[in-house]
């Protein structure tokens, strides 16, 4: 007999994707199911949909109570020995049939599951986060792989067992709710999968504005993630150097070009260099001009080859692992996330760090959000 389905899909106002969304829920086949949606300040838009989705259970909030506070209470209501959780703004793959039971066979064999996650390709900025989402499908198929745990999810579609859930507490008034339950998953040793087959489509934000929101809300709440277990993460580090490290590079392809270029002394390199040039020019005029630029333009020369080559290198892992997730890749969109987008993102993280380590008091947590 199927184990039964808790879904839910908490709503802040309306969604222009839940209609569509709850009609593939509703369409497919999966036996045992049933579906909470939570809306937080609903609209007209919002409201009238309860009567097109008779089967579905509308919770309405006068209020915004946040997607944490109203997420653990419908868990209380509901009836499903699988809980899972999907972002508004989601759509079912296309080619993503039996869902439901793609998930039930997967969640046999751990007890979290997550599927891939994949940008809705519908505007340039859109088109540049699709790689970053690129980075987190890999990073959380590889932990799957290597340890068959890992330290954060991605919320927008993960799946969990009833008694994971409650033993875990459920979700924590934290900024990034996902990201915490999935360490305190890792560091209890719930076991983890990643399904690479199977996912879900989902939206980037709509302005280079409400994405830069977007992020410093998650670089804070990353950074008081970070200070909070950092112990805990130190320890992994040590214990899985080989999972933890790599992940952190296909994450931020910008660090190591940052770290080298932050380091490394550039005078030994210079002189090194420039000694050797000298002493060929000696034995060969033609080299005199270029050791004459070389000795002020080396140190500027060998950060441009080493950006060449990184580039180059992330530009061919970046295209391997597209084709092995089945996902879309374009060079010159990747060079733009590669160049600006990724050192951007990278800098707030940074800087939300050292805002968090350094002026805890004046960081504003906003719980409802």
Request: hydrophobic content about 45%; proline content about 4%; charged content about 20%.
């Amino acid at each position: 007999m199927s184990k039964k389905f808790s879904i839910f899909i908490p709503v802040y106002k309306e969604s222009n994707f839940l209609a569509n969304l709850l009609d593939s829920l509703i369409a497919d086949p999966y036996p045992e199911k049933e579906i909470f949606v939570v809306v937080d300040e609903p609209t007209e838009k919002s409201l009238s949909l309860a009567k097109k989705f008779e089967k579905v259970h509308f919770i309405w909030n006068g209020e915004r109570k946040g997607k944490v506070n109203v997420l653990n209470e419908t868990v209380d209501r509901s009836t499903g020995e699988y809980l899972l959780f999907l972002d508004s703004d989601v759509l079912l793959n296309g080619n993503s049939n039996n869902f439901l039971e793609t998930i039930a066979s997967g969640i046999k064999e751990a007890e979290i599951v997550e599927v891939k996650k994949e940008i809705m390709r519908d505007s340039f900025l859109a088109r540049i986060v699709s790689y970053d989402y690129l980075s987190f499908n890999f990073t959380n198929w590889f932990f799957s792989r290597k340890l068959n745990k890992c330290l954060g999810l991605n919320g927008a579609a993960f799946a969990i067992r009833r008694e994971t859930f409650l033993s875990l507490g459920g979700f924590r008034r934290v900024i990034v709710e996902d990201l915490d339950i999935g360490t305190r998953a890792f560091i209890k040793g719930i076991r983890y999968k990643f399904i690479k087959n199977l996912g879900v489509y989902t939206r980037a934000p709509p302005s280079w504005k409400s994405w830069f929101d977007q992020r410093k809300r998650w670089a804070i709440g990353t950074a008081l993630w970070f200070k909070e277990y950092f112990k805990d993460l130190l320890r992994i580090v040590r214990a899985h150097p080989g999972v933890l490290l790599p992940s952190l590079l296909f994450i931020f392809p910008c660090l190591p070009f940052f770290l080298v270029t932050l380091f490394t002394p550039d005078e030994l390199y210079v002189k090194a260099f420039y000694i050797a040039l000298l002493f060929l020019s000696t034995q060969a005029s033609l080299l005199l001009p270029p050791t004459a630029f070389t000795s002020t333009s080396l140190a500027v020369l060998r950060n441009l080859f080493l950006m060449i080559g990184s580039f180059g290198t992330y530009s061919f892992v970046f295209y391997l692992l597209a084709r092995k997730l089945g996902c879309y890749f374009n060079p010159a969109e990747f060079a733009i996330f590669y160049l600006i987008y990724s050192p951007l993102w990278l800098l707030m993280i940074i800087a939300s760090i050292t805002k968090v380590y350094f002026k805890q008091k004046e960081v504003d947590i906003n719980w409802k959000v």
